[in-house]
């Protein structure tokens, strides 16, 4: 009987998922956003549910 191992994402595969999933959100004119900073980049408190979602597997 075979064993089915799991994939596993390397670190610049989840990087390069999470850049392509905000590459087009853009904030509302006039809006606070929660999720990106002024930087551009998503705010720490959102670190682990975006951390979360980029190494989810596809069943």
Request: aromatic share 6%; net charge negative; no cysteine.
């Amino acid at each position: 009987m075979a064993v089915e191992r799991e994939a596993v994402a390397a670190p610049g595969d989840e990087a390069e998922r999470l850049a392509a999933w905000i590459a087009d959100y853009r904030p509302l004119p006039g809006v606070p956003d929660e999720l990106i900073g002024p930087d551009g980049r998503p705010r720490a408190h959102w670190s682990t549910l975006l951390d979360t979602l980029v190494g989810a597997r596809r069943e």
